[in-house]
């Protein structure tokens, strides 16, 4: 079994910050990426940032310079710092890790979502 919880979401004005946690646990071995997604209502999902164990990221161009993402392998844990946030990035987060279990298996996961919501 392997669950990822998801947290720090929230309602925000624009120009405000959240930081956004996503903890792995269960039976694993390794965790070769983690990121976060987000959907809008109507809007399909989309990709936010990636990071991989060794630390290297990815960002969709309407998050660069806005958003940062992290990780703690040690806690199995992925964060994204959201500042200077607009009413645009309202969505609800998703979190995503690959992740190889104690039996050798991988596989994709994701969060249950926490939503996030910007004002004007």
């Known amino acids: 079994q392997v669950q990822l919880v998801e947290s720090g979401g929230g309602l925000v004005q624009a120009g405000g910050s959240l930081r956004l946690s996503c903890a792995a646990s269960g039976s694993i071995f390794s965790i070769n990426s983690m990121g976060w997604y987000r959907q809008a209502p109507g809007k399909q999902r989309e990709l936010v940032a990636t990071?991989?164990?060794?630390?290297?990221?990815n960002y969709a161009d309407s998050v660069k310079g806005r958003f940062t993402i992290s990780r703690d392998n040690a806690k199995n844990t992925v964060y994204l710092q959201m500042n200077s946030l607009k009413p645009e990035d309202t969505a609800v987060y998703y979190c995503n890790a690959y992740v190889v279990r104690t039996t050798g298996f991988g596989d994709d996961y994701w969060g249950q979502g926490t939503q996030v919501t910007v004002s004007s």
């Open positions: 990071i991989t164990s060794g630390g290297r990221t």
